[in-house]
């Protein structure tokens, strides 16, 4: 029978569940890693990890740039980033923001760049160009910038025996005990005879764990887990998904999907305060709006933009 939801997040953020066929690895999914037989909701265990480290990035881009070319305009885009960590120390308890790093790129189409002037102190700009022209292209290779930002801090705790929780997929696979953590579901993964499974799972469990992109350049483990039960939600309600390199042997794996589905549970949003509850964990939240604010005054960066630019280049309104 089917019924009619409302879902629980803020419009302006979409929906915790827009699949697309296109995303998904057809045909390179293997259901029978951990459970080669039908399947049932399995409880998470809480080991007692000490230490986990929460990593997220933000971005935001701060101007439109343009380079007055004899042959035409060549489009351009300048924005800052900003990775860290909240370091959750279970024994105390208590959790402390880390290792926040802010960059500053502007990225150029044609396969052409100009230097951006200094604005101001911590105003500098890298400057980087792409082949393309398309302005999605622009904003996907600065996107990539704060991926690979996200990834380095991540790896950098892992090596440290730091157990990491990074929010979004996980873009080094290397050996090392780090979750990506995804909380918006765009590809659908699970045949539906397994898929079945989740409507099933109560707070602090998960499905068997399944290889994405198995005979591919980038297989992993993941499994689904519930964070919450959400009065009047549906089945995918309050459910996430989680994924460690493959790169790590099975035990290893099904023991941090173990830990991630007792752990996380604990430090699930909430609804009254959080638009995206309860899957934007508490510290992931906290990071987000202390990284935002290290990017700076928007309206002010944008002012100092245009005056260095013209100041440099009286003649040359290079900034649009």
Not at 63 to 81: F, Y
Not at 94 to 112: D, N, P, T, W, Y
Not at 224 to 232: M, P, Q, V
Not at 274 to 290: D, G, S
């Amino acid at each position: 029978m089917s019924r009619l939801h409302v879902e629980g997040w803020a419009p302006e953020f979409g929906s915790p569940f827009e699949t697309d066929d296109s995303l998904a690895d057809d045909g390179k999914v293997d259901e029978a890693v951990e459970v080669d037989g039908p399947w049932s909701p399995i409880p998470g265990v809480d080991d007692g990890i000490e230490v986990v480290a929460f990593v997220d990035g933000v971005q935001r881009v701060d101007a439109r740039l343009t380079i007055d070319e004899p042959e035409g305009p060549v489009p351009g885009i300048c924005g800052t980033l900003a990775v860290g960590a909240v370091c959750w120390d279970r024994t105390v308890p208590r959790s402390k923001i880390e290792r926040v790093r802010v960059e500053r790129l502007a990225v150029f189409g044609h396969g052409k760049a100009a230097p951006v002037p200094v604005a101001g102190p911590q105003l500098a700009y890298r400057s980087e160009s792409v082949p393309d022209v398309d302005p999605g292209a622009l904003v996907q290779r600065f996107h990539g910038a704060m991926r690979k930002a996200e990834a380095v801090l991540s790896e950098e705790l892992a090596k440290q025996g730091t157990f990491v929780v990074a929010d979004g997929p996980i873009n080094d696979l290397s050996a090392t005990e780090k979750v990506g953590y995804i909380k918006t579901h765009r590809a659908p993964y699970l045949s539906p005879v397994a898929a079945g499974i989740i409507a099933r799972l109560r707070t602090g469990q998960r499905t068997p764990l399944f290889l994405i992109g198995k005979g591919g350049a980038f297989p992993r483990y993941s499994w689904y887990f519930r964070l919450a039960e959400i009065s009047g939600g549906h089945s995918w309600t309050g459910v996430v998904r989680a994924e460690v390199s493959s790169h790590v042997d099975l035990a290893t794996a099904r023991r941090v999907a173990d830990r991630t589905t007792a752990v996380l549970p604990l430090v699930a949003s909430q609804p009254q305060v959080e638009p995206r509850a309860p899957q934007n964990l508490v510290p992931i939240a906290a990071l987000e709006r202390e990284l935002k604010r290290r990017l700076g005054d928007r309206t002010f960066i944008h002012r100092a933009l245009r005056s260095a630019v013209m100041t440099a280049q009286p003649d040359l309104g290079a900034v649009s």
